[in-house]
């Protein structure tokens, strides 16, 4: 636990397939748990370094998280067209749920807030200091009734994307990406090491 949550803080977050788990069991969830956690037994004080590891919220995890669940959001929604278009309401609707679970994330890391489980987690976003002031209403919409023919299914899909293009400038209003290049260097660093290759 002590690895993952490390790997966390320094930004570096993934993913694994899980029953229950529609986005994937998220490897901020051991950070999370640890943060809020009360310990009722810790002879050796081992909880306690680890909470100290986040006790506050890593700003290397906050950015790498919306900056990939923005991505992750746009890419499930785009790859949705050509289906919409063909009337498969079953991809469809799967890629417009997990669009909208990843914009939920990026809320959660905004907020900075723990992220814990998807269960009750768009509920929970709704009061969130900072969102899209229509965002949980326009999410509710598309969800609610993504539509049977081709061309409601087609709305759904622009008006989802409508709403992560929303959400995207909103994060880029509240919390700027950095365009320095120097977090561009250290991830091509990371790769350089990864794969034995010269930065």
Not at 62 to 67: G, N, P, T
Not at 108 to 122: C, G, I, M, P, S
Not at 124 to 148: D, I, K, Q, T, Y
Not at 173 to 197: C, H, I, K, T, V
Request: net charge neutral; hydrophobic share 40%; charged share 20%.
């Amino acid at each position: 636990m002590r690895a993952v949550i490390k790997r966390c803080v320094q930004g570096e977050i993934d993913a694994v397939y899980q029953l229950g788990h529609p986005v994937g069991f998220r490897n901020q969830i051991y950070a999370g748990e640890i943060a809020v956690c009360q310990p009722l037994y810790d002879p050796a004080g081992e909880v306690a370094a680890l909470k100290q590891l986040v006790a506050v919220y890593p700003p290397r995890m906050r950015r790498a998280l919306i900056d990939k669940h923005l991505f992750d959001a746009q890419f499930e929604i785009e790859i949705a067209a050509g289906p919409a278009a063909r009337g498969d309401i079953a991809y469809v609707g799967q890629c417009l749920g997990r669009a909208a679970g990843f914009m939920v994330l990026v809320l959660y890391a905004l907020n900075q807030r723990w992220f814990l489980n998807e269960k009750n987690a768009f509920i929970e976003s709704h009061g969130f200091a900072m969102c899209p002031s229509n965002f949980h209403r326009g999410v509710e919409e598309v969800l609610a009734e993504p539509g049977r023919t081709t061309s409601q299914l087609t709305r759904s899909v622009a008006a989802l994307c409508a709403a992560a293009s929303e959400l995207r400038s909103y994060c880029d209003s509240q919390y700027p990406p950095d365009r320095s290049g120097e977090g561009n260097q250290e991830f091509a660093g990371q790769l350089a090491s990864r794969f034995g290759l010269k930065s």
